[in-house]
Nanobody
Framework: QVQLVESGGGLVQAGGSVRLSCAASGRTFINYAMGWFRQAPGKEREFVAAISRGGSRTYYADSVKGRFTISRENAKNTVYLQMSSLKPEDTAVYYC???????????????????????WGQGTQVTVSS
């Protein structure tokens, strides 16, 4: 299995920026497409951003496109989510996830479907104040 640990969350003022990190265990990290999701109280977990296993392709939710950037550094087994121009509605617990099936698909395979991801981190809280 893959273990994921998110970090970097906290209290941020509206308009500010935060970079979240997701550290993965094991060398198999390089085989998996990775995604970021978020969940606010009383809401469904929603897709935020995803990146293919090689980092060549990215996909963003419309609500964050242009403000958030996902990237990965495979040598460090780490995925990042750079968040800028933060809004109070961005407040949520942010989760890092790994898609194990992507290892058997095209290198450019990517998905924003929550149900397609197999491993999840514990989440990190991001609170954007107004």
């Amino acid at each position: 299995q893959v273990q994921l640990v998110e970090s970097g969350g906290g209290l941020v003022q509206a308009g500010g920026s935060v970079r979240l990190s997701c550290a993965a265990s094991g060398r198999t990290f390089i085989n998996y497409a990775m995604g970021w999701f978020r969940q606010a109280p009383g809401k469904e977990r929603e897709f935020v951003a995803a990146i293919s296993r090689g980092g060549s392709r990215t996909y963003y939710a419309d609500s964050v496109k242009g403000r958030f950037t996902i990237s990965r550094e495979n040598a460090k087994n780490t995925v990042y989510l750079q968040m800028s121009s933060l809004k109070p509605e961005d407040t949520a617990v942010y989760y890092c996830a790994a898609d194990e099936d992507s290892a058997y698909y095209s290198a450019g395979y990517i998905t924003g479907a929550v149900g397609e991801y197999d491993y999840w981190g514990q989440g990190t809280q991001v609170t954007v104040s107004s």
